[in-house]
């Protein structure tokens, strides 16, 4: 496990070297005051580089092969309720678990301490379980994905009329977070079980769209939600506290203060898997022994990982967040922050694993006629894009809303041109490109930039509504670009079997000419004969 941990310490080391790069130029552009502030961001960097790759070393050798075991043993289990109710209780506790849910949770109850951070923990949770059983019974029943995801995107789009505002970009972003790398692996193997077991076709081609469908849960759920706790609160929203990512706490403390706070996320997902490996999987107990050590890296990686961020990780974003918006600066000086998101948006996507293996993904499906390269690149200039949008929403105070509807129409009527296979693809990785590292740096600089415009302006649009929904933009922009690539390869496919059509019939055209001259001459040769006698 050690050569495990030093390999994966160092691919997420490179993965964040983009963001290093970013910092060390805005430092450069406005230095700290204090070198102890220098220290804290260095302890932080260092602390979310190791608390992640522990976190993913744990998740190798523990979760995700429970994730697998759990989803290709339901052969064993022709029944429907069964399947519903345990893909429900999964997706839920595997959701709970997400670093990335934990972090924006913090972020929301340090700006608004009515929503409780692990209350909006479960809500969402509780969303992705439904979506998940939504997703299977899809599968089960065969329906057309296309529907599915026009109906429910529709039934969204009919809550966020009725949701207050404060809760509109909470929902997508929350919905983003959910996704990651705990949940995904647990509900793909759900629904490739689900498609051997119950689907008609038989193919693991329906299995795709099952993270798309599930994170649709989310957004409802934290819209619900929003609308209860506005009602239950007379109809008017209490004021917000200001948005302050920094602390006075050691590192120790820090620790120390979210001990519990990472048991309740782990815990669960560990008390369910107990008794379904034990009595159904009936796992020898070695076996079941090193899965549950397998635990303690994700447990000490997640707590490390979290402890960092509160340290010094959301403080530089916020710091960098801070110094476009100082008074000795020309006011042009902080629209220069549409190319930091621009770069940093596009840097971390091309850098993100999780992009790598969805590129491999659609190479393998299109037979080598989308490059994983092109798959790289396009969602990188893509979240690139995004990202430059969210933070020109937050600098224009523009309701987040105008960006947001026009792109999920956009997605949406893309899908009555794009083959299925892509569609479920597409609204697949939106959940794969908006990760802990999105929420742990660009959503406390969106934060701290909402705050500036909101002194700066007066307190027109509150930092709750303004600063939220980076992570919608980015877990958007994936539905667009994928299927743009899946009418592409539509077409092409299409062109191909015309040209290799066109080949065989002129092949054939060719063999009939051929034939017939033959045949000519076999007749000329045979009346021949036949006058000769």
């Known amino acids: 496990m050690r050569s495990k941990l030093l390999q994966t310490v160092k691919e997420t080391f490179y993965s964040s070297l983009p963001l290093a790069v970013i910092i060390i130029i805005c430092l450069f552009i406005a230095p700290l005051s204090s070198p102890s502030d220098y220290l804290k961001i260095i302890v932080g960097y260092a602390c979310v580089v190791l608390g992640q790759a522990m976190f993913l070393v744990g998740l190798e050798t523990s979760i995700l092969p429970v994730g697998r075991m759990v989803g290709g043993s339901f052969a064993k289990y022709n029944n429907l309720a069964f399947v519903l109710c345990f893909g429900f209780v999964f997706g839920l506790l595997a959701t709970v678990a997400e670093p990335a849910l934990s972090v924006l949770a913090k972020q929301i109850s340090s700006i608004m301490p009515l929503v409780n951070s692990t209350l909006f923990i479960w809500i969402t949770g509780t969303g992705i379980g439904i979506g998940v059983a939504i997703a299977l019974v899809r599968i089960v029943k065969n329906i057309n994905i296309k529907w599915v995801f026009a109906i429910l995107y529709a039934f969204v789009f009919i809550l966020v009329i009725f949701a207050p505002n404060e809760f509109i970009a909470l929902a997508f972003d929350g919905s983003g977070a959910t996704t990651g790398d705990v949940s995904v692996p647990f509900i793909l193997a759900l629904g490739l079980g689900i498609s051997a077991t119950f689907s008609k076709s038989k193919t693991n081609d329906d299995s795709l769209g099952i993270i798309g469908i599930a994170s649709v849960g989310p957004i409802i759920a934290v819209l619900v939600y929003g609308i209860i706790v506005k009602a239950a609160n007379g109809g008017v929203l209490p004021p917000e506290n200001s948005y302050d990512m920094s602390t006075t706490k050691g590192l120790g403390d820090i620790i120390f203060g979210n001990i519990f706070d990472v048991a309740l996320a782990v815990l669960p997902i560990v008390l369910i898997s107990v008794p379904f490996l034990l009595f159904m999987l009936k796992l020898p107990k070695k076996t079941f022994a090193k899965l549950m050590l397998g635990v303690i890296p994700v447990y000490v990686g997640l707590l490390i990982f979290l402890s960092g961020i509160d340290f010094g990780f959301g403080f530089i974003g916020q710091y960098i967040g801070q110094i476009f918006f100082e008074e000795s600066r020309p006011e042009w000086f902080k629209w220069l922050l ?140 994936p539905l667009i670009a994928i299927q743009a690539l899946g009418i592409i390869y539509n077409i092409r496919l299409k062109k191909a079997e015309k040209e290799a059509a066109e080949e065989t019939f002129d092949d054939l055209k060719d063999f009939v000419i051929q034939a017939s001259e033959i045949s000519d001459t076999q007749n000329a040769k045979e009346s021949e004969e036949y006058v000769n006698e």
């Open 338 to 477: 549409l190319a930091v998101g621009f770069v940093l948006g596009a840097a971390i996507t091309v850098s993100e694993p999780a992009v790598t293996v969805l590129g491999v993904q659609i190479e393998d499906l299109t037979n080598g006629h989308i490059k994983k390269m092109t798959i790289r690149i396009t969602l990188a200039l893509g979240i690139g894009v995004a990202s430059l949008l969210s933070i020109l929403k937050i600098l224009t105070e523009i309701n987040i809303l105008y960006f947001l509807v026009p792109l999920y129409a956009i997605s949406l009527i893309m899908m009555i041109f794009t083959p299925k296979l892509f569609v479920g693809l597409a609204f697949d990785s939106g959940g794969v490109t908006g990760g802990a590292l999105t929420s742990a740096f660009l959503t406390p600089l969106t934060l701290s930039v909402a705050k500036a415009v909101a002194e700066a302006n007066g307190g027109e649009m509150s930092i709750l509504t303004n600063g939220f929904g980076i992570i919608s933009f980015i877990s958007v922009t």
